[in-house]
């Protein structure tokens, strides 16, 4: 059982998640097509599959949460763990595709993203199976949810074709390395031949 000022968060934030994940199809339709076997094919795969994942995660966890007699640490356990075997296999399917390592380096900060969010949802569920009225382990849970959604909308922006969010690839815009194009610069692309790199 959950108190009422939480049940207005789960409703609020099952509500946004529902929401977005509306858009998140809306992007994929609109969003530029790679070949699925390339490197940016893949990431694009990876990024379309982690705003889903984020998007659907929150809104099950937020909507079981609402229901009376569950305990509130079940879901969150459950989709933490299906979020970092999903984190597991796109990592593999990234290295798999990268010619270059440092393509797998750039991808770096997205696997880091994932792995903290699921871990704290897994993490949160954990504890709130031990004792349902642990009150941070709620509060952690509530911030991860948050979390989880402002990285589905990162991801989803990334997706749709605009630039790459990450911290590093700001940064190198900023420092002018990739002014001339809207899209992450990839290493390989000059070196295999890649049409995007135009």
Known sequence: MIGGHSREFFSVIAESAATLTGLLFVAMSLAPRHDSTSHLGVVQQVRAAASLLAFTSVMAISLFALASNNNVGYPPLVLGVVGVSFTAASVRSIYESAHDRRLL???????????????????????????????TALDVLKNVLVAALLIGIARAWELVGARDTGLFSSLAVLGGRSRTT?????????????????
Do not use: Y
Request: aromatic fraction near 2%.
């Open 105 to 135: 380096l750039k991808q770096m900060s997205l696997i880091v993203l994932l792995l903290s969010t699921f871990g704290g949802e897994l993490g949160s569920g954990i504890a709130l199976i031990r004792n349902s009225n642990c009150v």
């Open 182 to 198: 809207g899209h992450p610069v990839e290493p390989s692309a000059t070196t295999h031949g890649d049409p995007t790199s135009n």
